[in-house]
């Protein structure tokens, strides 16, 4: 059964997005926070994305950055996965691999688990995270030393037990990743 997660960078205070979007914030410079993003990219099979993040991040990489190694991994690993892109209507999917879900999604959701190959990965904004949050296996927080006050809520009102299974810390950044599983 393939397994799948929602992987989101979030502030102390729970939010994936400072006032006007502003993400600032998610840039320590710290390569092993960087090293975690890219081994999370090596073991999916897929990503699923919402029409917007999909629309937002497409440009960026395409031409992705290329300054480190790491970089250029992420790159090369961003552009080769295969992204299903959530939407109702009918987005632009140039940045392939790409199909878009969202017609049936219980049944493409049981499609993907019952596809037998590596993990998918949800890299969405807070709307699509709701949404799939019901299919998710696991969550994994990415948690930055910043409290931000306001901006996007990630889970909103959304009442959900949970059991920790892993957390590792990234000292030079403070930057901590929590991964938990449904429990009570």
Same mark, same amino acid.
Do not use: C
């Given at each position: 059964?393939? #397994?799948?997660?929602?992987?989101?960078? @979030?502030?102390?205070? =729970?939010?994936?997005?400072?006032?006007?979007?502003?993400?600032?914030?998610?840039?320590?410079?710290?390569?092993? @926070?960087?090293?975690?993003?890219?081994?999370?990219?090596?073991?999916?099979?897929?990503?699923?994305?919402?029409?917007?993040?999909?629309?937002?991040?497409?440009?960026?990489?395409?031409?992705?950055?290329?300054?480190?190694?790491?970089?250029?991994?992420?790159?090369?690993?961003?552009?080769?996965?295969?992204?299903?892109?959530?939407?109702?209507?009918? &987005?632009?999917?140039?940045? =392939? &691999?790409?199909?878009?879900?969202?017609?049936?999604? &219980?049944? #493409?959701?049981?499609?993907?688990?019952?596809?037998?190959?590596?993990?998918?990965?949800?890299?969405? =904004?807070?709307?699509?995270?709701?949404?799939?949050?019901?299919?998710?296996?696991?969550?994994?927080?990415?948690?930055?030393?910043?409290?931000?006050?306001?901006?996007?809520?990630?889970?909103?009102?959304?009442?959900?037990?949970?059991?920790? @299974?892993?957390?590792?810390?990234?000292?030079?950044?403070?930057?901590?990743?929590?991964?938990?599983?449904?429990?009570?």
């Amino acid at each position: 059964m393939t #397994e799948i997660f929602l992987s989101i960078q @979030v502030s102390v205070d =729970g939010y994936i997005a400072g006032p006007d979007g502003d993400l600032s914030w998610t840039d320590v410079g710290d390569d092993d @926070v960087d090293e975690l993003m890219a081994e999370q990219l090596r073991g999916i099979d897929a990503m699923i994305f919402g029409h917007t993040s999909y629309g937002l991040l497409a440009p960026y990489w395409q031409d992705g950055p290329t300054e480190r190694a790491v970089d250029r991994e992420h790159t090369r690993l961003m552009n080769t996965v295969t992204k299903l892109v959530l939407s109702h209507g009918t &987005p632009d999917l140039s940045w =392939g &691999p790409a199909e878009r879900i969202g017609a049936d999604l &219980p049944a #493409e959701m049981a499609r993907l688990k019952d596809g037998g190959g590596r993990a998918v990965a949800v890299f969405a =904004g807070a709307e699509t995270s709701r949404t799939l949050l019901p299919y998710v296996d696991e969550i994994r927080l990415v948690v930055y030393p910043v409290l931000l006050g306001s901006g996007l809520a990630l889970f909103g009102e959304r009442r959900q037990p949970l059991s920790l @299974v892993g957390a590792r810390e990234f000292p030079a950044s403070g930057v901590v990743q929590l991964r938990y599983r449904r429990g009570s």
